[in-house]
């Protein structure tokens, strides 16, 4: 029986379009649970899940997710409603994401990691009638912060049970996970809901006040998604995916949905991110393709020589989050050997990447990332403000504001109607709120987010293009451009910078390289702040530019720059 869909999850793409994409082969049509059921129907012996507890087949993480789904129906979740999971990379939470799946309910990872403010904020705005959180991680205790919140909080009015995952007694006030997954499941039967409904929420990292939410179907899921990474992979080759990003980030929906219910492949699963754990898992598991983010790698090249085996047989390196540089590009490819493949794209519903072939073109401004897909979503470029009124897209090569739509769009954003009116269109277009332009060939060019943009004495700045040339400097490891407010110009620009192993840049050598570059001065970074460490990341493992920005806010006084002209 196809289960209704919750109001709160209204689709604002017009449903004759969904259909015609399914009916053009983009989205497999069926939900999340009936996919994975047939992979695991195909082939029950072979390896779904291998995380520091060992390897887990496709029979035994159906059976336990089955064993979950029982449960969280005995406590009363029902199709539609939202659960959330707060947990780290480990096979109890991809048996989260199936048991939800297979209940036809909608469910809502959000990485360890974010506090208590920040999960009672996406609780309680998603109205999610239960929460499966860590008993202790890393010294937190999730699951019990959680259902303190549950007793005070009338913003958890609707939050019904929450389930401690992890050893020794459930804390009060929770559930035991391993409880429920000894629920007898032998009279279970699987939803099957409509595959244009809700099936998961993604979390953004936070560019607003609080984190955007938005919904997505099982068809954007199994289908955009999962084209986006088929393009990746083999032929008849199953994908072997080392997650270095939580399976609760927006990058890691490409785990349980993509890689194990679309592609019947293997997840690979680090509890958290250290070079160490992630070459040595590289070496152990021999993966196909690991999913990470720039610094990640950068990382990792630092750690490589010393170390007395090099990973090799890798298909590719798969990176979002941000930007990736030529050097990191060119070093990665050497050292693992394998093509190097930077993504663009975001919770809200835009992704576009070259492929394993693909060389990026660093001339002119930003970056190209390659031809949009349209079994993935189609790209236009929408005209900056002060443009024609009767204007609709930008020129070719004119830059605007990055606009998207396709099989992988999502339903709508969550608990934050003023979002959707915000960011999305009436016949269903994202607005993104990145910078960029289309070349005369259709490859997409991503400048930089608008919002980033650095206003310098009513002058803008893209942080992103400045940061890409100074990636090349042979003393940068690492760097992000943030602005700081100053009283005379309004805004100044810092390089956050990461210096290479026993190197020391200064302002004026990197002002000297920009200049090389041939990079307008008036662009210049004032203000150099050296990060001694790594760049700071958020739960979701993107650069932390926030947290950027108010180290630099705090460290830099606010009066005229070196180049204040």
């Not at 997710?65 to 096979?91: E, K, M, S, Y």
């Not at 699987?190 to 560019?207: E, N, Q």
């Not at 992979?233 to 270095?244: E, Y």
């Not at 934050?416 to 490859?443: C, H, K, Q, S």
């Amino acid at each position: 029986m196809t289960s209704p869909l919750p109001s709160r999850f209204h689709d604002l793409v017009p449903a004759a379009l969904r259909r015609a994409w399914a009916a053009a082969g983009h989205c497999p049509d069926l939900d999340l649970y009936a996919l994975f059921r047939a992979r695991r129907i195909a082939d029950p012996h072979a390896t779904a899940v291998i995380d520091a507890h060992g390897g887990i087949s496709y029979a035994e993480l159906d059976r336990r997710a089955r064993c979950l789904a029982a449960g969280l129906a005995r406590a009363g979740i029902r199709p539609g409603d939202v659960v959330g999971v707060q947990l780290p990379n480990t096979g109890a939470a991809v048996a989260a994401d199936l048991a939800v799946a297979a209940l036809g309910a909608v469910v809502l990872p959000f990485p360890v990691g974010r506090g208590g403010r920040e999960a009672l904020s996406l609780l309680g705005r998603s109205r999610a009638r239960a929460v499966i959180a860590a008993t202790v991680y890393r010294g937190v205790e999730h699951a019990r912060e959680l259902a303190a919140l549950s007793r005070r909080s009338d913003e958890l009015a609707d939050l019904r049970v929450v389930i401690a995952a992890g050893p020794g007694p459930a804390p009060e006030g929770c559930v035991s996970l391993d409880d429920l997954v000894r629920t007898d499941a032998s009279a279970f039967t699987a939803a099957r809901p409509d595959p244009d409904t809700a099936a998961r929420i993604l979390v953004s990292s936070g560019s607003e006040s609080e984190p955007k939410m938005v919904a997505y179907s099982h068809n954007a899921l199994a289908g955009g998604r999962g084209n986006a990474l088929a393009r990746l992979l083999r032929d008849t080759v199953p994908p072997r995916c080392l997650f270095l990003v939580p399976l609760a980030s927006a990058f890691g929906s490409s785990g349980t949905a993509v890689t194990l219910a679309r592609h019947g492949g293997s997840l690979v699963l680090l509890d958290r991110f250290t070079p160490d754990a992630a070459l040595d898992a590289i070496l152990a598991h021999r993966p196909t393709h690991v999913l990470g983010v720039p610094t990640m790698v950068r990382i990792m090249l630092d750690r490589l020589p010393d170390r007395a085996e090099v990973p090799t047989g890798l298909t590719a390196l798969v990176l979002g989050g941000s930007a990736l540089d030529a050097a990191t590009h060119d070093e990665a490819r050497r050292a693992f050997g394998c093509a190097v493949v930077n993504f663009y794209g975001s919770a809200d519903g835009v992704n576009c990447h070259g492929g394993t072939d693909y060389r990026p073109d660093r001339a002119g401004p930003g970056i190209t990332v390659g031809r949009p897909d349209p079994g993935v979503c189609e790209i236009r470029i929408a005209p900056l403000p002060g443009a024609p009124a009767d204007r609709r897209e930008a020129p070719s090569g004119e830059p605007g504001e990055i606009i998207a739509r396709g099989p992988m769009t999502p339903l709508c954003y969550v608990g934050a109607p003023e979002l959707n009116l915000r960011y999305r269109t009436e016949d269903g277009w994202v607005r993104t709120g990145d910078l960029g332009a289309l070349d005369a060939d259709g490859t997409l060019r991503v400048i930089g987010r608008l919002k980033d943009i650095v206003i310098r004495g009513g002058a803008n700045i893209s942080p992103a293009e400045v940061e890409g040339e100074l990636s090349s400097h042979p003393d940068i490891r690492d760097v992000l451009c943030v602005g700081f407010p100053d009283p005379l110009m309004g805004e100044r620009l810092a390089a956050c910078v990461v210096p290479r192993p026993d190197r020391k840049p200064d302002l004026a050598s990197l002002c000297a390289h920009l200049d090389a570059r041939g990079l307008e001065r008036r662009k210049h970074p004032e203000r150099l702040l050296l990060v001694t460490d790594d760049l700071p990341l958020t739960p979701a493992g993107k650069p932390d530019r926030a947290a950027l920005r108010a180290r630099a806010a705090a460290e830099f006084p606010t009066e005229q720059g070196e180049f204040g002209g």
